[in-house]
């Protein structure tokens, strides 16, 4: 039976009968994997959740309803059984479909997500909106456990008794984030999920006093709602949910459509804020990612070459260094695989840290440590970074602590979108005191960065890109101190750092083959402090200097040239290539520098059109 077909949105998966939903929810899983082993994605979560979306949108209206997704990694199921079923096979392609709940693609989608822990702060905005409109619509927060232990996710719960307002948590208990969640709320969920005597006495009045849809659970309006109560306060784990005043219902098997519905109905009608606990398996469906379901989080499309990768190389050096330091300690905020930090947990246990979805915490916790003699390394993708910007520099910087802030997945990143880009750790890191700043180009400038952050007694941040590092040496005078000269050239020069210097060489190339004034290539390998003395030799040297940076253009190592021409009156014409004041779209990495104008083509001709300019 083929249910979904061309063309089927919502109003499709009302006519489908109780019966045929699991049905359904195989179709939903089989479309899943197949697109996402050709575009990649983020598979396991999503697969976890297809009868919890199948329920909920039987049960609640995606369009007046206001259903918000954390993170938004499970949001698959929901985008083919709203409006994009048709498109789905577009995801995360360039003009496609994004990975992330988006606005702007749908009327169903309610809010932007990429980053967790989001959905109840966002959840209330939106409940104490339609409050003060005299509006009439439900409002859900569907968020994950390992999202739930985020300091933004308790600041939200602390806060809805305050806000005097009704709304309903659908709460995604697979007890994993990437790997298997961390710290000492997973063991509250887990006494909750476990507690034998607990579900016994839910499970006696559910069959026999159990109230219908018709009189959901109201409080203690009746003697048995008293004596159940009463009951169940005497076998029920505590439970910080009640205290919070959100009522609690569950844990519920979150592959019974069944029960998934009967359940939202019960809450929809409730008076007061409810959290619905289910427990789902991640991966559900596929034996291999049910089995490993680290692995397969996210998956890379079919056929991508693997090679030896920015972040192993940088987790490889830190674990040299940590023989011979054993000062050195490692950090991660739940992304242990993402940089390549098993081996070093392996190797060190007891001097790594993995702090779960918690950034904030993590960096002045490492700030902590480097107070207290010890050399701490944060391994965090640049944009998760943006989450402890005042932790870097309230708790890190002002106190030049000797933190070691190594920056994965800076600049353009591709088809994760626009929440994933690392476009802002240049431009505010910059402002930063104290904080230096690397971007190596090549493994070998990877290591002197590193050693140099080694032997600071400040802070440092060290950023690299997404994918393979480059085989071999891009850059030569590895002991350059902030600008390494790898080519000479004739009348203008160009100034890269990080991903930009294969830019640059490939444009010198370009230029050679066409004829076109052969530019000098600099490898800034330290974009802060700027290296004035360098940056001046090469200003009296050229009529034109280009700056390449896959950073954003505002606030970048640009800015800081363009500071040293005008402060010092050069004659030199300045060229800035980078991304321009816009939300980075999702599509290759390779296409999005297209996009922004971060190709050889591109340089070669705008010198030729700023030669013209100025020769006319």
């Known amino acids: 039976m083929d249910l979904l077909k061309p063309g089927f949105t919502h109003k499709d998966l009302l006519k489908i009968d109780d019966e045929n939903l699991p049905l359904l929810a195989d179709e939903v899983r089989a479309v899943i994997i197949d697109t996402v082993k050709k575009n990649g994605g983020h598979l396991g979560s999503s697969l976890g959740v297809v ?183 005497f076998v029920r784990p505590i439970n910080i949910f009640d205290k919070l005043g959100i009522k609690y219902w569950g844990p519920f098997d979150g592959h019974d459509i069944k029960t998934a519905m009967r359940m939202m109905t019960l809450a929809k009608n409730y008076y007061k804020p409810v959290i619905l606990h289910f427990n789902t398996v991640k991966g559900k469906g596929l034996p291999e990612a049910e089995a490993d379901p680290t692995k397969y989080h996210q998956v890379s499309p079919s056929g991508t070459v693997k090679a030896r990768t920015w972040s192993e190389a940088a987790s490889d050096i830190a674990e040299e260094l940590a023989m011979k330091d054993e000062r050195i300690v490692c950090f991660t905020a739940a992304m242990m695989t993402g940089v390549k930090l098993e081996r070093f947990s392996q190797t060190f246990p007891d001097r790594f840290f993995d702090v779960g979805i918690a950034e904030s915490h993590m960096l002045t916790m490492a700030a902590g440590l480097a107070a207290g003699g010890m050399r701490p390394w944060v391994f965090i993708y640049s944009t998760f970074l943006q989450r402890a910007m005042d932790q870097l520099m309230h708790d890190v910087a002002l106190q030049n602590l000797p933190v070691v802030i190594m920056v994965d997945r800076a600049g353009l990143v591709g088809s994760d979108g626009d929440t994933h880009q690392g476009m802002l750790d240049i431009s505010w890191g910059r402002a930063v005191p104290n904080l230096e700043i690397y971007a190596p180009c090549d493994e070998d400038s990877l290591r002197d960065s590193m050693l140099k952050a080694s032997k600071r007694n400040g802070p440092t941040l060290i950023r690299y890109p997404r994918g393979a590092i480059p085989q071999g040496k891009l850059t030569v005078d590895i002991d350059a101190e902030g600008i390494a000269e790898i080519h000479d050239g004739v009348k203008w020069a160009l100034l890269g750092n990080g991903a930009s210097v294969g830019i640059m060489l490939e444009a010198r190339d370009l230029a050679m083959r066409e004829g076109v004034d052969v530019p000098g290539v600099y490898d800034v390998r330290r974009v802060k402090p700027i290296d004035s003395e360098s940056v001046s030799k090469i200003l009296n040297r050229y009529e034109t200097v280009a700056v390449i940076e896959d950073n954003y253009i505002n606030g970048g190592f640009g800015e800081a040239v363009g500071s040293v021409i005008a402060e010092g009156g050069y004659n030199t014409r300045l060229l800035r290539f980078g991304v321009p004041d816009v939300c980075v779209k999702h599509a290759t990495q390779s296409e999005q520098r297209e996009l922004y104008g971060l190709t050889a083509r591109n340089i070669i001709d705008s010198y030729r059109n700023e030669a013209q300019r100025t020769i006319g």
């Open 51 to 233: 009868e919890l979306t199948i329920a909920m949108l039987k049960v609640f209206d995606p369009l007046n309803d206001r259903i918000i997704f954390d993170v938004g990694h499970q949001s698959y199921p929901y985008k083919i059984l709203t409006d994009r079923f048709d498109k789905f096979q577009t995801l995360r392609m360039k003009d496609g479909i994004s990975g992330f709940p988006r606005r702007s693609e749908s009327p169903y989608d309610h809010f932007n997500t990429g980053h967790s822990s989001t959905s109840i702060s966002a959840a209330l905005g939106y409940a104490k909106a339609r409050d003060l409109l005299h509006e009439k619509r439900n409002v859900i927060a569907f968020i994950g456990d390992a999202s739930l232990i985020n300091g933004l996710a308790f600041e939200a719960l602390n806060y809805v008794q305050e806000t005097h307002t009704n709304f309903i948590i659908i709460l995604n208990d697979n007890t994993h984030s990437i790997s298997k969640r961390v710290g000492g709320f997973s063991t509250v969920l887990a006494e909750l999920s476990a507690n034998n005597w607990y579900r016994a006495v839910k499970n006696f009045f559910r069959r026999h006093f159990h109230t219908s849809s018709r009189h959901p659970y109201n409080g203690n309006t009746n003697p048995l709602a008293r004596v159940r109560n009463l009951l169940k306060a």
